[in-house]
T-cell receptor
Framework: EPEVTQTPSHQVTQMGQEVILRCVPISNHLYFYWYRQILGQKVEFLVSFYNNEISEKSEIFDDQFSVERPDGSNFTLKIRSTKLEDSAMYFC????????????FGDGTRLSIL | QKEVEQNSGPLSVPEGAIASLNCTYSDRGSQSFFWYRQYSGKSPELIMFIYSNGDKEDGRFTAQLNKASQYVSLLIRDSQPSDSATYLCAALPNFGNEKLTFGTGTRLTIIP
């Protein structure tokens, strides 16, 4: 069964550094998403992306964050000048079409900021 | 603030019994609802989705939606130890809006 793949599975970074989290969505899917889950808390929406542009973003997704689809298969989340509170699981998801189609999640990247 | 509420549990159910998981939502305009299963340290895995009032069955799982009461439930029949996980309820506000809003999840334990 097709799946969303994310790399790396675990990223450890010093505070203030930049990180790039990578995702390969399901191949025929058109909508892409990033979510995060701080340990013990809810899964929170960050951003949705369609047709090479952001379609929606949450208040969490401020200027520190950016997304890009650099080629036909990858979808990336960049976090600049990381802070301790950025430590979380980051999940990429994709859907065949937009709402209300189900979103399928990757295995996540655990980001640890030291 | 548009919220999805779940009882955090833990909910303990004997093996072979029916597990009933409940969820309420505050945004009356919400149109579609999703149940995800999340094992500890893992990602959300889609179990069921439902758009229309009533019941939707898939194998041992039944999702129920009552838009008038703003209530969604998930029934798991013939519960198995492998069903032990946290079950996340999520809602999409309306067609065309991509932001899934998740509840905190209900931790389910199936007792052999």
């Amino acid at each position: 069964e097709p799946e969303v793949t994310q790399t790396p599975s675990h990223q450890v970074t010093q505070m203030g550094q930049e990180v790039i989290l990578r995702c390969v969505p399901i191949s025929n899917h058109l909508y892409f998403y990033w979510y995060r889950q701080i340990l013990g808390q809810k899964v929170e929406f960050l951003v949705s992306f369609y047709n090479n542009e952001i379609s929606e973003k949450s208040e969490i997704f401020d200027d520190q964050f950016s997304v890009e689809r650099p080629d036909g298969s990858n979808f990336t989340l960049k976090i600049r000048s990381t802070k301790l509170e950025d430590s979380a699981m980051y999940f990429c998801a994709s859907s065949l079409k937009g709402s209300p189609q189900p979103q399928h999640f990757g295995d996540g990247t655990r980001l640890s900021i030291l | 603030q548009k919220e999805v509420e779940q009882n955090s549990g833990p909910l303990s159910v004997p093996e072979g019994a029916i597990a009933s998981l409940n969820c309420t939502y505050s945004d009356r305009g919400s149109q579609s609802f999703f149940w995800y299963r999340q094992y500890s340290g893992k990602s959300p895995e889609l179990i069921m989705f439902i758009y229309s009032n009533g019941d939707k069955e898939d194998g041992r799982f039944t999702a129920q939606l009552n838009k008038a009461s703003q209530y969604v439930s998930l029934l798991i029949r013939d519960s198995q130890p492998s069903d032990s996980a946290t079950y996340l309820c999520a809602a999409l506000p309306n067609f065309g809006n991509e932001k899934l809003t998740f509840g905190t999840g209900t931790r389910l334990t199936i007792i052999p």
